[in-house]
């Protein structure tokens, strides 16, 4: 590979998950390893999981990911919450690649270029390109992704600031035509309700689950406007739905559901964490 390669630097290993690649590589398969799935129906388009550090919600994503474990992409899109106050509504990454542990992912130029003239003509605006951000959300998915897939893959990455339906519905119809011929897998990168006590996280969580799994986009993002639930990925959730909607999909299935508190025994203030897969039946 060439060495002058434009590669984005983690700016979470170490931190959010572990920084040596043996480490990192033992834990994400044993997430993996441990996950009792229940019998999956139908082929898989996409995957839900949660981005907070491996420690965390890293059980609750190794669910998510054992459901596409040895399938073999050419392309996976991962689209997550933009959690930095950048003023443009959809972002993505302007080095060549991603950096993890475990090795670089290489951005796909022809995915994004594609992209930015659909997005472009049904929205008017396209993804901007930042260097060196420092968002997590997308991230902690590719170690999982890298163990997980039997191939080397390449990456759409995308990260959401607008919360708009328009914004969103748009995106989602618009990955899907740019993926539609491509050997493809999509990602949605969320965490579900912030800092309530574990008996209501639990309510909330179950709400926004039910939109979920309802195959619901617009009830995913009705839920958190009226306040019946929380996710902070709520438009990259919706996004890929629509997307996987215009791929055929029909079915989601929950495969998990998590809180901080589950792993740190503190359930006063708790973050919902939720693993769940899309199909085509």
Request: aromatic share 6%; hydrophobic share 45%; glycine share 8%.
């Amino acid at each position: 590979m060439d060495i002058d390669l434009d590669v984005r630097p983690s700016p979470i290993a170490g931190r959010w998950y572990p920084g040596d690649a043996r480490q990192l590589a033992e834990s994400v398969d044993e997430y993996m390893k441990v996950a009792e799935l229940p019998e999956i129906i139908g082929e898989v388009m996409a995957v839900i999981a949660p981005h907070a550090g491996h420690r965390y919600s890293g059980p609750v994503a190794g669910y998510a990911f054992a459901a596409v474990r040895g399938i073999q992409p050419d392309l996976v899109a991962v689209v997550s919450p933009m959690h930095h106050p950048y003023a443009q509504p959809l972002l993505t990454s302007a080095h060549m690649a991603y950096q993890t542990p475990l090795g670089q992912i290489m951005i796909d130029q022809e995915a994004i270029e594609a992209l930015n003239t659909e997005l472009d003509q049904a929205l008017g605006f396209e993804l901007t390109p930042i260097r060196n951000d420092q968002e997590h959300s997308l991230e902690i998915e590719l170690p999982f992704l890298q163990r997980a897939l039997e191939n080397e893959f390449h990456l759409l990455p995308v990260m959401v600031r607008d919360q708009s339906s328009r914004v969103g519905q748009a995106l989602g119809e618009s990955i899907a035509k740019v993926l539609r011929d491509k050997n493809a897998l999509l990602v949605a990168s969320s965490d579900l309700s912030h800092f309530y006590s574990q008996a209501e996280a639990n309510k909330l969580d179950g709400e926004m689950l039910r939109q979920v799994e309802a195959f619901d986009p617009l009830g995913v993002l009705r839920t958190e406007e009226q306040g019946k639930g929380f996710a902070c990925g709520r438009i990259a959730i919706a996004a890929v739905i629509w997307a996987a909607r215009e791929w055929g999909a029909n079915t989601v299935q929950i495969l998990n559901y998590a809180t901080s508190g589950d792993v740190t025994g503190d359930h006063q203030e708790v973050v919902g964490y939720a693993a769940a897969v899309i199909t085509r039946v």
